[in-house]
């Protein structure tokens, strides 16, 4: 997995996708497994890439909506796309720009 380009990922927040991303240094490889199912399960609606940056080991972003977790846990995931996908200034665009660009869900 490569990490999102900030650009495309930006414009899919405005279309409603949910980004998910970890910090590869703060979660194990089962943990990003599991993550990479759950956004097989939402493939129309996330993002799911690789954050050094972030000082969670997980965050989810949607437009103007963060949450970080410390560890995975897979209801909280669902809850946080079902609830927010779509949830922006252009909900339901779905453009393929992102994941073609190497950052969509795997």
Known sequence: QTCAL??????????????????????????IDKLAAVARKYSNDTILSPRPQNSAPISLVSWDRRLNL????????KKFIETNRNRSPEPGVRDVAP????SGSQ
């Open 6 to 31: 900030p650009i495309y990922t930006i414009h899919s927040l405005e279309h409603g996708i949910v980004w998910i991303s970890y910090n590869p240094d703060k979660v194990d490889q089962g943990t």
């Open 99 to 102: 994941m073609q660009n190497g």
């Open 70 to 77: 410390d560890k995975l846990d897979e209801s909280t995931v």
